[in-house]
């Protein structure tokens, strides 16, 4: 099995959890109503008939046969005032109900998610189309549960509830019910193409139909248009979604997330429309090797793990989530490289993990790095060059420090293009961290000054505490020498003291 | 229920909104400036909050002025005997566990003739909420001495005096294996009545409430005149029952950890100044109806007389 | 020695005694099952030790069983004097003849290991025992049961029972091959080994029988393809309590009703139900009550002690017309009374003991078939009329065993769900129907059916009222329920003719006694008949009519009446047993009682002693029974 295809078949595995669960669910609630209708039924028919001879007779049995006459007790007990009859049209209604609530539990329970996903290369008024009419299937449920809930509980009037329900659909359903709700999926790649496909995406998204985009993607490689030299490209990304449509359930996640399916999981049953980017492996990639690049990718910042949920508060900071990648209050992750001192002697050296680190152990990044020249005085880090002005860049060559293979430090260049990638990522990842309320400028100024003036106080406290300590040890001291003094004085003249 | 069923008799419209009239059934016949009418309010205002259907709950008292509180309130109430509304409120809830139940007793209903009944509806600790209306007298019947009422008190059985320590019901309920709610409040502290009401409504188990409740026909000057005199200390705690800023001029506060049993134990032994709150809570207690029906089994109908077949097997003789 | 001459017998009464704990008890299950596979009918009583260890060897601690056993397959009663005792030591056997259990020339079989035994006490309580049986005319037969014993297994206390069993196999020429079947049968759960060892004695007990009883009895075997159980009363009870839908019985321990509650609690838990142990009798009943109110009929079970505890709530039953079921497993009163030992004392307390006037269905089983299919009849009645009923059991059907037909449950109807239906505002919770009394009743969970139900007198809304008018009404209203009822019983049927010069009257129990001793009397030419009243409250139509037919009318009965020959006792002073009571009342007749409190049934041979008294005649032998209880011995 290729394993683009076992990766897919993660997500798909995924999806059919999530699926099932689902129909589960809706089975369980549609066999609960059935069976309360049938009670109902079942209630009416015994009322009907429970002063009938023959079935006081069945009910009484065999003791009563020699004392009591079924046909007299049914005479004096028939003779109740109080109809208890169920009325013919609603009892006509009630059977239509465990009919079309039997039919769907049968649907439903052969049903395959493989009906309800889509390609997002098809046309999108037929993806809007193959999504209304899963939807509406739903819909069509929950409204017939809903009818059930009410006969159940003789609340159904037609005159009220026959127009209430005429045009019920799934745009009616409650956010808790669409959290029920099996999930309708639009597949899309998004290596190539990824300005079109995500105007797309944010097409359909713009709907309001609570679906699922799964975007995959495997290459990390971006291609930047020409003129783009400055730090912050024009070119939209998909990590910033929820700033463009915050009423999206967006989850950005790969294998290197210990909690992968259970985020899979949750992205699926989000009762709103969302779009679910995962980090795929490459055709010829085998599992293991791409487990290292997925975590390497979200270490450097490539592929930022992030979760926003509209619903989980009220403030957008905190519906934002970075908390499954690794350090996410600091800039980079950082490697520790063992290398040699002035002396030759063996030390540790710290390296901040970056974008161009990542790339220059990545195949599609080979063109981008090169060795460095034979002189090297204007060679800087890659973190300092990414500080530098304009002015101070030139000419200027960024460099990364990676282990090399014999246990030393080798240096490798990094071209203009992927020096620009990494500032973007840079750039991208600082924004995530101050959307997400982790950490930004205001943030600091305010942790500085209240850390001086709490310390200034904390300070005052303490001595103050001290004084008062002192004071009442002495005070004690007194006390203590005054009693055994009376004591004394008592023991040697006989004469109890008064009590002070 | 299956919870996508709760979400569509919900969303389907077929709960109603309350509002408090719908809890009253008619109006009360309690003399006027009877703590009484404070409960009923309460009750009232809790059953609205939670948007309780009239029908499901099921309200059972003893015998007493209390305990004609089932006729005011609109629910199924069930006005039984003396000292026994808690085996009927079990009973309730042994055969409708989905069926909220309250219990309302006055001083001799629970403590007197209802007492060993009390003591083990404790350990069962069936969930219904338990309020027991003290006025430390039997007024309904005019005046006798009650286990709750001071030493020296004059009544009619009493002429002379009261000749006992009256008992503390705080004690004894924390005594009780299986305790998982003790609260105790005053009619003359309306909103700590209602927050109190209402965290015994929340507890899931026996929740038992302690009112002190002051007869203005029969014991006027009882509870220092109603409360104006009588000391108390209100307990705090982060999860416990609010005290209002106003509250602080009838009593100080005190913190109280009511997790802890042993704290608990210490401050229900404790009658002056009487303490206002929440004493124990323990959510991890079982209650008797949750044991009985998870160990039961309920066949459906061919399964049961299979089974009844088997079972008249055992003594089958050819 | 020659064969012995087999002699053939309708029926025989075998008793098996033996000190607690050695198992004579299991020897009498397997005797009893070993019968009954032959066709033969059954009827069996335990004898209890009073306490729970007793000293051994001596009167008080005698336990084991009585068998009835009969050719025909219906046995109703457990007959009038033992025919046959095995007896493992000779103060079990004294404690049968104290209580006046054996017939004078009964076959003694007991085990000789006492006329040897190392302790002189014994030697001598043996030989003057033995000596006191010979002189009444009993024949005595010295078994070696200790020796052969020991042959098979050290631990004798635990293998006599099963050489019992094969001397009695023997002895009434039964198969031992059926005996081998029911003893794997009744060892199921035990080793192999200690199957092999019983199966082993009970053939040796069997050989020695063969060889060495000077006696055999046939009783013919009548083989049928009617399944039979062997129950006892309250097993039934229990059973009855399942198949008529309860899902709740809630009781508190007291004897000889608990065991019913024990069966019960085996079982229940898996038809949905549950048994509720309350901490008193009072809660029992509340708890039972709540449960009915809340739309689930429960019952309660108990004795005399326990429901006059249980009175106050059954007024509350009747006032606020909940639905309840009452079980009063009656023993000997007044007060603890006899705790084991049977009494019909409860009648007039079950009918007046509630304080009002708190009318109440009561009704009687009077045989442990019965006891299976009462409940069924009580909870529909409860439910439909609203009511408390009373069922009035007793410790001679709880305790007792009887074989009767296997009851067919594949018709038992499912229970209907609750009705929750909604009701418009204002509907009445007593909706009396002014004819019958009879209204339906509104449960928690209805919409629309709110209010508070009160034990103080109301009018139909429910509501509280003090007025005279609302009082007798709702006094009325309840009392017509009775007469609803009554409407629809039928007139009990009379066993023997219709008319002639004496008519005895039976409720609950006493049934089989009564009737064996009628079939016995008529037999003989003596114009007696008699009557049994299942239905207490109501009292069933017709009486009048039935009575009419016969000149002297007298109730059989298992509670106090006074004598006429005691001293000081007149017309005017002269108290009745209590169906005497109510039937005096009931038709303004003179009805006679016969009316004792011996602690134990009646045998068919004290009331046919009774038929032939009142009717005249001397009786045609000094009757042994008459006898032993003139002297008290």
């Known amino acids: 099995m290729s394993p683009v295809f076992a990766m897919k078949e993660q997500i798909r595995q995924a999806v059919e959890d999530v699926w099932h669960h689902h129909c589960a669910t809706l089975d369980e609630a549609l066999a609960e109503s059935i069976g309360e209708l049938n009670d109902l039924l079942r209630l009416d028919e015994y009322n009907r008939h429970r002063h009938d001879p023959d079935q006081l007779e069945r009910a009484l049995g065999p003791f009563a046969e020699t004392n009591l006459d079924p046909g007299s007790l049914s005479r004096v007990l028939g003779e109740s005032k109080r109809s208890q009859a169920i009325a013919p049209e609603r009892l006509k209604r009630v059977q239509a109900l465990i009919k079309t609530l039997g039919e769907m539990k049968e649907a439903w329970s052969n049903a395959a998610p493989e009906f309800a996903s889509i390609d997002i290369a098809k046309d999108e008024s037929e993806i809007r189309e193959l999504a209304g009419e899963h939807l509406n299937r739903i819909g069509r449920v929950f409204r017939t549960l809903r009818i059930a809930q009410l006969e159940i509980r003789s609340k159904y009037d037609s005159k009220t509830h026959d127009a209430v329900f005429a045009d019920f659909n799934w745009p009616k359903l409650s956010p808790d019910e669409l959290r029920l709700c099996p999930p309708f999926l639009v597949m899309a790649r998004t290596d190539d193409d990824s300005g079109a496909q995500l105007r797309k995406m944010m097409s359909l998204l713009e709907s309001g139909m609570p679906i699922k985009i799964a975007a995959l993607r495997s290459s990390l490689r971006e291609v930047y248009p020409p003129a783009s030299e400055s730090n912050v490209p024009s070119t939209m990304k998909i990590e910033t979604l929820p700033l463009a449509m915050r009423g999206v359930y967006f989850l950005q996640t790969s294998v290197a997330a210990p909690d992968f399916q259970k985020q899979l999981f949750e992205g699926l049953t989000a009762p709103r429309p969302g779009v679910i980017s995962i980090l795929c492996p490459r055709d010829d990639e085998e599992q293991a090797a791409f487990q290292r690049r997925a975590e390497r990718a979200v270490r450097a910042r490539a592929f930022p793990m992030c979760i926003y949920d509209p619903d989980r508060a009220e403030r957008f900071v905190m519906c934002l989530d970075l908390s499954s990648n690794p350090s996410p209050d600091a800039l980079w992750t950082t490697d520790t490289l063992p290398g040699r001192d002035a002396e030759g002697q063996p030390v540790e050296v710290e390296e901040a993990f970056t974008f161009a680190h990542f790339a220059a152990s990545e195949a599609e990044f080979a063109a981008e790095i090169s060795e460095p020249p034979a002189i090297a005085d204007n060679l800087i880090s890659m973190t300092e060059y990414l500080g530098y002005s304009r002015r101070q860049r030139a000419r200027k060559l960024p460099f990364v420090k990676l282990a090399g293979k014999d246990g030393s430090i080798v240096r490798k260049v990094a071209s203009p293009a992927l020096a620009l990638q990494c500032a973007d990522r840079l750039h991208l990842w600082r924004t995530l961290q101050e959307l997400s309320g982790i950490d930004n400028p205001h943030v600091s100024t305010t942790r500085t000054t209240l850390e001086k003036e709490f310390g200034a106080e904390r300070q005052a406290q303490l001595q103050n505490l001290q004084q008062e300590m002192e004071k009442d040890a002495a005070r004690r001291e007194q006390v203590a020498v005054a009693s055994a003094m009376r004591k004394l004085v008592a023991r040697l003249t006989g004469v109890e003291p008064p009590q002070a | ?318 | 020695m020659s064969p012995p001459r087999l002699v053939r017998l309708s029926e025989h009464i075998v008793e098996i005694v033996s000190d607690a704990g050695e198992g004579a008890q299991k020897a009498a299950v397997a005797f009893a099952l070993l019968c009954a596979k032959a066709g033969n009918g059954l009827w069996t009583v335990e004898i209890i030790p009073s306490e729970i260890q007793p000293p051994p060897h001596t009167t008080g601690s005698a336990s084991g069983n009585r068998i009835r056993l009969a050719e025909r397959s219906r046995v109703t009663n457990a007959g009038n004097l033992a025919n046959v005792v095995v007896a493992f030591n000779e103060m079990a056997l004294l404690s049968r003849l104290e209580a006046g259990s054996l017939a004078d020339d009964v076959l003694v079989l007991i085990d000789d290991q006492w006329a040897t035994h190392d302790n002189e006490r014994y030697r001598r309580s043996y030989r003057d025992v033995l000596d006191k049986f010979r002189s009444r005319g009993a024949t005595i037969r010295e078994i070696p049961l200790e020796k052969e014993t020991l042959r098979h297994i050290e631990d004798t206390q635990r293998g006599k029972n099963m050489f019992a069993v094969g001397l009695l196999c023997a002895l009434y020429s039964k198969d031992l091959d059926v005996l081998d079947d029911v003893i794997r049968g009744i060892f199921e759960t035990k080793t192999r080994e200690v199957i092999e060892v019983a199966v082993r004695l009970a053939a040796a007990g069997y050989e020695y029988g063969m060889t060495h009883l000077e006696e055999r009895f046939e009783i013919l075997p009548h083989p049928t393809d009617v399944p039979k159980v062997a129950m006892n009363g309250n097993t039934a009870l229990a059973l009855g309590a399942v198949s008529a839908g309860f899902e709740l019985c809630s009781m508190y321990p007291i004897t000889p009703a608990t065991s019913a509650s024990h069966a019960l609690s085996e079982i229940f838990e898996d038809f949905g139900g549950f048994v509720h142990q309350a901490e008193d009798e009072i809660a029992a009943i509340g708890v039972a009550l709540g449960a009915s109110y809340a739309g689930k009929t429960a019952l309660t079970i108990t004795s005399g002690p326990g429901m006059a505890l249980k009175t106050e709530f059954q007024g509350l039953a009747v006032m606020t017309e909940t639905p309840l079921v009452i079980i009063n497993v009656q023993r000997g009163g007044p007060s603890t009374g006899l705790p084991t030992k049977i009494e019909q004392a409860d009648l007039l307390h079950a009918l007046y003991g509630a304080p009002g006037d708190a009318p109440k269905v009561v009704i009687a089983p009077s045989t442990i078939e019965e006891c299976f299919y009462i409940l069924s009849v009580a909870r529909k009645i409860a439910e439909e009329f609203r009511m408390l009923v009373i069922v009035l059991s007793d410790a001679n059907l709880a305790t007792g065993q009887q074989l009767f037909d296997r009851p067919d449950v594949s018709g038992t109807p499912r229970r209907p769900p609750l009705d929750l239906s909604p009701v418009p505002l204002g509907t009445l919770p007593y909706d009396w129907n002014p004819t019958t009394g009879l209204s339906e009743r509104l449960i928690p969970g209805q919409p629309g059916g709110m209010g508070v139900t009160t034990s103080l007198n109301h009018d139909l809304d429910g509501k509280a009222c003090y007025d005279s008018e609302r009082n007798q009404r709702g006094h009325t209203m309840r009392s017509r329920k009775l007469a609803a009822l009554q409407q629809s019983l039928h007139p009990p049927s009379v066993h023997g003719a219709p008319e002639g010069d004496l008519l005895l009257v039976g409720w609950g129990s006493t049934r089989g006694a009564i009737e064996e001793a009628v079939d016995v009397a008529r037999d003989e030419g003596l114009a007696v008949s008699s009557l049994h009243i299942q239905f207490l409250s109501p009292l069933p139509p017709g009486l009048h009519e039935i009575f009419a037919g016969f000149r002297k009318i007298m109730t059989v009965e298992l509670n106090y009446s006074d004598d006429w020959d005691d001293p000081l006792i007149t017309k005017e002073n002269r108290r009745y047993g209590q169906l005497a009571w109510v039937l005096r009342a009931a038709t303004l007749l003179d009805i006679d009682c016969y009316a004792k409190v011996p602690g134990r049934p009646y045998m068919p041979v004290e009331i046919f002693d009774e038929i032939k008294r009142i009717l005249g005649d001397q009786p045609a032998i000094e009757s042994p029974a008459k006898t032993l209880l003139a002297t008290g011995e």
């Open chain 2, 1 to 318: 229920m299956s919870t996508l069923a709760e979400l569509c008799v919900i969303e389907s419209g077929a709960v109603d909104s309350h509002s408090i009239d719908d809890y009253e059934s008619e109006k009360p016949r309690w003399c006027k400036g009877c703590g009484d009418h404070g409960v009923l309010a309460s009750l009232q205002r809790v059953l609205r909050k939670y948007n309780l259907e009239p029908e499901e709950v099921v309200s059972v008292s003893g015998i007493g002025c209390s305990s004609r509180l089932p006729h005011y309130l609109n629910t199924y109430g069930f006005h039984g005997i003396h000292g026994r509304a808690l085996p009927i409120a079990t009973g309730v809830r042994l055969s409708r566990p989905e069926l909220p139940v309250i219990v309302i007793m006055g001083d001799g209903d629970c403590f007197s003739i209802g007492g060993n009944h009390w003591l083990h509806a404790i350990r069962y600790n069936i969930n219904a909420v338990v309020l027991v209306l003290d006025n430390e007298v039997y007024a309904l019947t005019k005046m006798q001495v009650s286990p709750t009422t001071p030493d020296g008190w004059k009544t009619k059985t009493t002429p002379r005096g009261n000749y006992l320590q009256p008992m503390n019901p705080l004690s004894v309920v924390m005594g009780m294996t299986n305790v998982s709610f003790l609260a105790q409040t005053a009619t003359w502290l309306p909103a700590h009545l209602d927050e109190t009401i209402e965290k015994a409504w929340e507890h899931h188990g026996l929740s038992f409430v302690r009112i002190l409740q002051r007869c203005p026909v029969f014991m006027p000057k009882a509870f220092g005149e109603g409360g104006l005199n009588f000391p108390v200390v209100f307990l705090e705690n982060e999860n416990g029952i609010p005290v209002h800023p106003l509250l602080l001029k009838r009593g100080e506060t005190q913190a109280h950890n009511h997790r802890d049993i042993n704290d608990a134990q210490r401050v229900a032994v404790s009658v002056d100044p009487a303490p206002m709150g929440l004493i124990y809570r323990n959510p991890d207690i079982p209650s008797y109806e949750e044991i009985r029906w998870n160990r039961q089994d309920r066949p459906d109908h061919r399964t049961f007389v299979e089974r009844l077949d088997a079972a008249i097997d055992r003594y089958t003789v050819s």
